[in-house]
């Protein structure tokens, strides 16, 4: 069976960073095709591209090619995708897992880089910390002299506090006596108030007695 060579663009807003082309060459390993490759490119206008170059058997290239609109990884965001025949080489599928592999080195390097870099940094500011740190006992010593006097200066006023709460005492015991006269005067007054109100009442009621007997009132 003949070998078939395609072309496909991806343009989108977000087809780059997101996984793409491994999603890519999963689908190309199921599919069974013998050549495949996917670079990231950028146009002109600022929109994101992947080109894609696939060879293989009719049966592989239209497993590959169907759905491709719609199988797309979670978070990619895909405008348009084009398909057109491709004639130039194609490389194999193991050679660009190859490639795949040299590229993430490529990455790592210059992240391992900047981790030693970063470490290097970290031990400066360490050394740094140690000296403020140095720096901050120093300040402690001082400030435990300074406790040490503020707790002399507490026991004098827990003496002091010890004296005042003595005298709210007497005070208090002063402010329950007075409360205590006020209420039996209150209680003489009130009993007082109600023999004056029952005999108001029964002199009334020897009034109205009366006036019933002279027959003055009905």
Not at 175 to 192: A, F, G, S, W
Request: negative net charge; hydrophobic residues 40%; glycine residues 4%.
């Amino acid at each position: 069976m003949p070998t078939i060579k395609n072309k496909i663009i991806i343009n989108g807003l977000k087809v780059h960073d997101v996984g793409y082309r491994v999603f890519l060459l999963n689908r190309a390993l199921t599919s069974g095709l013998t050549g495949f490759s996917a670079f990231n490119h950028t146009t002109p206008d600022k929109v994101q591209q992947i080109e894609i170059g696939i060879e293989g058997d009719a049966d592989a290239i239209e497993e590959f090619v169907t759905g491709l609109h719609d199988n797309i990884p979670v978070h990619a965001i895909v405008d348009n995708i084009s398909i057109e025949p491709y004639s130039k080489r194609v490389i194999s599928i193991l050679d660009y897992m190859h490639l795949a592999q040299v590229e993430q080195l490529d990455k790592g390097i210059p992240a391992i880089l900047s981790i030693q870099s970063s470490q290097e940094k970290m031990l400066e500011k360490q050394d740094q910390m140690l000296d403020k740190q140095d720096q901050m006992l120093d300040k402690q010593d001082q400030m435990l002299v300074k406790q040490d006097q503020m707790l002399v200066k507490q026991d004098q006023m827990l003496v002091k506090q010890d004296q005042m709460l003595e005298i709210q005492k007497q005070m208090v015991d002063t402010q329950k006596q007075t409360n205590k006269e006020i209420q039996t005067l209150r209680y003489d007054l009130k009993t007082e108030m109600n023999e004056r109100f029952n005999k108001i009442e029964d002199e009334l009621k020897q009034v109205k007695d009366a006036l019933h007997k002279h027959g003055i009132m009905a």
